[in-house]
C-alpha cells in the first residue's frame, strides 16, 4: 500500500469515547480518518445496514447528543457534521466497516484502529491481577469507615481525659487546707 500514513495511537486514542458504557468511535472521526466524507460513511452503513447490528453500531439519542457536543465541541455546532446525531461503533463494528469501506486508506486506518484495541484490552489483562488486588483492598476498606471513625473517637476521648488529668495535677488547690 503505498499511501500507507501511520497515525500516532494519541490520534487514535482521543477518538475513543465511552458511551452506553461501551467503548465508541464516532461516524465524523472515523470518517476524517479514513479520507471520505461523514455523508459517504454514513450511506455505506446505511446500505449495509444488516451488517451492523446494535451491538456493533448504534445512533446516539438526543440527549446522549447534545451532552456529547457539550463537552467536546467548542466550535460551531451547524458546522463539521454535527446536525445529525452520529453514529457509534463498537469494535465489532470497526472491523465490519472494513468489509464495506475499500479504499487502501479506510482498510489501513481500520487495522491501525483494531491493533490499538487490542494492546488496549492486553494491557488490561496484564493489569488484571492489580486490579483485582486494588478491589480487594478496596473492599476489605469499605464499611470500615464507622469503625475507624468510632477508634478516633475514643482517641479524642482519651486525649482530653489525659489533658484534664494533666490539669487538675497542676491546678493550685484553693479551699480549707488541714494541717497534719
Not at 7 to 35: H, T
Not at 90 to 108: D, Q, V
Request: hydrophobic share 40%; net charge positive; with cysteine.
Amino acid at each position: 500500500m503505498k499511501d500507507e500514513i501511520a497515525l500516532p495511537e494519541e490520534i487514535i486514542l482521543s477518538k475513543i469515547y465511552l458511551i452506553r458504557e461501551r467503548k465508541v468511535m464516532i461516524d465524523r472521526d472515523l470518517a476524517l480518518l479514513y479520507g471520505v466524507a461523514t455523508k459517504v460513511l454514513k450511506q455505506a452503513v446505511r446500505r449495509n445496514i444488516r451488517r451492523f447490528p446494535s451491538d456493533f453500531m448504534f445512533e446516539m439519542n438526543k440527549i446522549e447528543f447534545d451532552n456529547w457536543r457539550s463537552q467536546f465541541v467548542t466550535s460551531n455546532s451547524n458546522k463539521m457534521g454535527l446536525r445529525h446525531t452520529p453514529f457509534c461503533f463498537t469494535e465489532n463494528g470497526l472491523t465490519m466497516l472494513s468489509c464495506i469501506l475499500n479504499s487502501e486508506r479506510a482498510i489501513f486506518v481500520n487495522i491501525q484502529i483494531i491493533r490499538l484495541f487490542n494492546k488496549m484490552r492486553e494491557k488490561l489483562i496484564l493489569h488484571k491481577d492489580l486490579l483485582l488486588a486494588i478491589e480487594k483492598i478496596n473492599n476489605k476498606v469499605e464499611g470500615q469507615e464507622k469503625s475507624i471513625k468510632i477508634i478516633f473517637d475514643y482517641l479524642k476521648q482519651l486525649e482530653l481525659n489525659n489533658q484534664q488529668d494533666l490539669i487538675n495535677r497542676n491546678r493550685v488547690k484553693v479551699g480549707f487546707k488541714q494541717n497534719k
